[in-house]
Structures are given as C-alpha cells and as structure tokens.
C-alpha cells in the first residue's frame, strides 16, 4: 500500500491541465523539469513564463524528509515557528547516526546506547507534530524514499544534498538546509530561482562491466563540481529507458556532485515495475494514466538542442568503466587508462579497502550484480587481497539480499556486512589504524571522497566506481587492474578472468522485510511532550538570532579567507562531530576548522587580531564576538560545496561572522547564509581576493542602502593604513532582505510576518 495516495492522486488530477496551460503561455514544448515545476507552483495554475536562471519562483513541494543529523536542527526550527502540525506529509530518518566498526548489529546496538538521548528526542517530535520516522537500522534515507514515497511528477524538498536520488522515480527533489524544510513544513511556499535546464542525451544500451554510476561519472568529468550549479539535469533517450529505476536513482544521487539543483528522468517501464515491486501499484496505475505528462514532449527529445541550456551526449554501448578520484569527484579516469594515470601520479597501487553500498549504489540490482563476482573468488579459486564491505540501503535490501544468500555470498569471501546506515561515506567509519595517517588508497561506490571524508585520514585516496568495478578491485587488490582485460593469478598459480557481472534488476520473489522501521505518528500529538534536557551536550533550544541594526557593519576583523577547494566538510566536519548536531554552541567548535588559511596554507590556525596571536578558528571568533567585534569570512570558487548542512551557515551567523565574501558559491549553502540572516556576497572583480590581507580590517559604506540588483561596497584597511574598496555582488530578492532585516528566515516566520 502507497504512502500518501490521494495526495499523488490530487497533484496527477492537476497536472495536465496546468501543463497545457504552461504550453500555452511559453508558447513551445515542454521538458519533463518545466511540467512538473509548472505543476507545483504556490499559486496553482500558470499565469507567466518564467526566466531560467534570471526569476525566482515560489513553489509547493509535496512533501518533506529529513535524515538524523540534519533533523535534529530543522526540528529545533519548527518547534520555533510554533505551529501545531506539518502542513505537507514529512519524515525522518535515522541514519546519519551509526557508526560503522564491526558489523551491523554490533553497531547499531552501540549507535542506540550513544544516541539514544537524539532518537528519543526525533521520535518524540515526530510523534507530536505528525511525521513519519523511520527508526536506526530501517535504512538510508534516499533509499527508504526512493523504496516508499518518490513518485514520478512529484517535488519534494530534503535536508540532505543527496535528496535528488529520487529523480530516478521522475522526481524533482532537491537538497536544502533545514530552514527551507521548516518554510514547507509550516505551509509556507518555498522558494527557487527558477533553473537552467541541461539535457543528456543517452544513446546505445549498457552492458558487460559498464554500469549506470559509470554515466554520472563520465558526466562527472565533464561538467565539474560546478558546471551543474543552477541547473536541473535531464536524463533522456534509448539508453534512459533502457536503463533500470535504480540505475537512474545512483545517476541522479551523484548529480549533487556536479552542483545541480537536481537531476531526473521521464516515466517509463522501468519505473512502473520498480514502483509494482516495491507494493506500489496503485501509484503506477495512477501515472500509467498521465503518462504523457510524466516525460518530456516528443519535439524537446528530437531537437534538443532548441530546448536545453546546453545538451549532452552519451552513447553507452562505447562507455568504458570509470574510477573517479581522488579527493574530488570529478577527477574522472576511464578503467583502461587507471594504471597508467596512477604510476604518473605516485598514487599507491595497493588497495586496503573496496567499499560497496550507501545511497549511492544498494540497490538489489547492484548487490546481485557484486555478488556475482564475489561467488567467482571461490569458483576461480581466488583469494579477496583487500578488505571489503557492504553497507545495504535499506532494511528492505539487507532483508531481501540475505533471504536470497547474497550475505552469505559475501561471508564466504570474508567480507563485513555493516548497518543499514550512511556509515564510511560521511565519516562514520572507525577504520582501525586511520589515526596513523598511512598514505594508501580505497576505492568504493559512494558519492563523496573529498579528503578526511571516509576514514578521517588525509593520506587516504579515495576513488569512485560503481559497486561491479569495486568488488573486482578489491577481489584483485590493485588499483591498476583493468577487469575487461587484465587476468589474475589464483591460488594454484593459474591465470584466471573475472566474467562479466551479472544480477537481477529486481528480486524474482519480491522485496521481503519481517520489520521495515517504521514508526507511523500519533493521529492528535498535542499531548506528546518533547523534553531538551538543559545540561544535555547533544541538544540545545534554540534563541533567535538578532535582528540587523539598520546601521553598516563597521570595524569587522578578517576571520580567515580560505585557500582553495573549501566544501561543507571543511566549515562543518561531520564524522564525530556528528553527535553535536542538535546542539549549536557545541557543533560550532568545528566551524571551518578544515579550511586552509590562505596566510599560512595551516588548517585551524588563524590570526587573532585583538592579541596578535594564531589560534583555532572557533577560538577566534568566539574571542570577537565577546569583544563585539564583527567578522568576516574570505573564500575561493564553489564555496560550500557538498553536503546541504547549514550547520556550516549558522555556526558563523552563531559566533558573530556578519558576511562570507567569496568568488562564487555552491547553491544549496548560499541559501542557507540567506535564511539564517548572514550575508552571503560574491566579488564583482575575482582578483581583489588577492587584495585582502591577514590584519584587515573591514567596513560597509553602503548596506543601509541594500536593495536587489544592487552591489554593495567594502573598504578593506590594510595594517599600514592603505585601504582597498571593493565591490560585491550578491543575488539578494525583496523577500531575502527580508531575512537578513529580522535576523533569519526563522524570525519572520515565528513572528507570524509570512
């Protein structure tokens, strides 16, 4: 049975008479991104068509998810807004935190006793306000989505940058940070510059060793972490409808890793027998009925071109294997060219770790098709030379893979079978000897593999591929090794070839799980009392941030301008810090402790001006705030790339940083800055980054004149009383000055403003 029914079947009986009238007002065919954006617009029907990249539009997302981590602080937020009950279907997810260390009850035992205090508390709130939650152990939020409620025409809006998997369900869903969830949460619209659109076309069929993540990496490479930014991706052609839902779900994941605002595909085939496995037929019958109206029109798919932003193509009968890597996600290598790209490079050859699994790449289809590799170890009579992991997605996968002896496939190769959680790809991973800080490489099937990011090791080279290209890896222990052509040597000295993977789509008996997680809220929660322990360190009742003055900021000290690559990561580890998430004061501890200092290319070191001496970031702003001193925050390109936590945006706006100044931002966290009442500013001549210095000190000449469109000016004074001025962009609406006027999007909302 469907979660939410009539609330699909009520956006299926609008959309094709607001689509058509959204095809009369542009005047042309639409893409699949303009049906369902013009579908979900606040004000209903379509009245004008609106500028890509150039209009911000309100909208009304379908619904709502949260994971853990980030639930905690978008809770804390809605209880602040004061209002009775979420006003679209919501949930949370217990994921994020589980650390992985043994084996999966092992650890998820442990994660109940550590974190009991933050899953009572999420359980409770979800309890009260009427949200469904998912208990630790159900699964990986953007699994438990895709698996329950992504459906083909929706929108929905999730506190995690990874939300966009449910695109592979023809879903327009798109990361933000906890504010924007509370805005939908509290039956506000929520608000986005309408985007740019991007079409890949994809021609020919994938077979052998190419699978759908070898897509996104190969798209990877080309567009660049940024090269999505503002933009939706539209998947399309033979080879989309040829491909699996799950296949499309790992390409849209990873989508996030290119800065798009989301990516998605058109109904088809694929999605009907996902949605048919996985006990939802009432939805595919639903949309079988509009099934027009749930892809893109015929003349946008024959001409491109004429309708896309930018176009392309991949034919996927010539796609090779790749492995991107390391430390960013878009070094993209084909398999073939691995060996060769390593030695130049110095990179180690050895693998420690073959990881598979995470939101990324759990599917059925991608278990079977690593277990058929992994009953080829003792087919062959090989031996497994690195260690090697699963983490399945959901308590649905882990259920149905065991009752069809995939686990006991991996057992026999020796390898670790970990919690139904995110695990190593956020840092949740104690792997023993990281602390030494070894140079060595993994690969795995994740998303992410940004320094620090699995393990906590800087030294450890992290590359990407998919879950088939992993266990081959793994099985081979060589980063060189090139399975379409290289052949191993077995344990009686013999050459021997991996086949070819092969696996099921989907389970031939169905999806199976005596317990799936969850826990449904109470019909009246306004007797469930939710209690915040004073002295607990995991959860704080928030305050409201102060209003702005109405005055410029002056006599702001220079905090740190950050050199280079400076994502999420780096302003708001997750890892162990994770545990503080709920508790501002106590998280803010970490902000931008990971971010390299420009003046002495340090982490966690910067200069105090007020004494002249160097100490850790947090340490310093908090030494400002207390003098009231305002601050600022300097960084390069793609600033805040990553995850969408707005743990990084509101430690700052906590510890007294009035503006992060940089030369362009990621979209998810420019936002947040916006909502949480910071300035988010970006510098209308990139070289006057190099113009700042360590001991400036900086005033606004003109923020009592803010206005949209408007750049602001900064006068830098230099220690010997030279001066620079500089101009700032920002992209800042009426709506959004708005935000910054009462302190945050949160204050407006709580003084019932909007």
Known sequence: MAFDIEMIKKVYENMPARVDKAREIVGRPLTLTEKILYNHLWDGNPTKAFGRGIDYVDFAPDRVACQDATAQMALLQFMHAGKSKVAVPTTVHCDHLIQAKIDAATDLARAKTQSNEVFDFLSSVSNKYGIGFWKPGAGIIHQVVLENYAFPGGMMIGTDSHTVNAGGLGMVAIGVGGADAVDVMSGMAWELKFPKLIGVKLTGKLSGWTAPKDVILKVAGILTVKGGTGAIVEYFGEGATAMSCTGKG????????????????????????????T??????????????????DPEVYADPHTYFDQVIEINLSELEPHLNGPFTPDLATPISKMKEEAIKNNWPLQIQVGLIGSCTNSSYEDISRAASLARQVADKNLKTKAEFTITPGSEVVRSTIERDGFIETFNKINATVFANACGPCIGMWDREGAEKEERNTIVHSFNRNFSKRADGNPNTLAFVGSPELVTALAIAGDLG????????????????????????????????????????????????????????DRLQLLAPFDPWDGKDITGAKLLIKAFGKCTTDHISMAGPWLRFRGHLDNISNNMLIGAVNAY?????????????????????????????????????????EGSSREHAAMEPRFLGVKAVLVKSFARIHETNLKKQGLLGLTFANETDYDKIQEDDTINFLDLT??????????????????????????????????????????????????
């Open 279 to 296: 006990n939802r037929a009432e939805v595919a019958d639903a949309a079988d009925k509009i099934a027009s109206y749930l892809t893109g």
């Open 481 to 536: 090794f090139n399975p379409l052509t290289d052949k191993l040597i077995n344990e009686d000295g013999e050459e021997v070839m991996l086949d070819e993977p092969t696996g099921d789509e989907l389970p031939a008996k169905g999806f199976y799980a005596e317990d799936p997680g969850f826990q449904a809220p109470a019909q009246d929660g306004s007797g469930v009392q939710v209690v915040v322990n004073p002295a607990s």
């Open 600 to 640: 002495n290319q340090k982490t966690n070191s910067v200069k105090n001006q007020l004494t002249g001496q160097y100490d850790a970031v947090p340490a310093v702003a908090r030494a400002y705030k207390a003098a009231g001193v305002p601050s600022i925050v300097v960084g390069d390109h793609n600033y805040g």
């Open 250 to 277: 790992t390409i849209c994941n990873m989508g996030a890793e290119i800065g798009a605002t989301t990516s998605t595909f058109g109904y088809d085939d694929s999605m009907s027998r996902y949605l048919r496995s």
């Open 705 to 754: 004149e803010f206005a949209p469109g408007k750049p602001l000016t900064l006068e830098f004074v230099h220690a010997n009383g030279t001066k620079d001025i500089i101009l700032a962009n920002h992209t800042y609406n009426e709506g959004q000055i708005g935000w910054f006027i009462a302190g945050s999007a949160l204050n407006l909302i709580a003084a019932g403003k909007v």
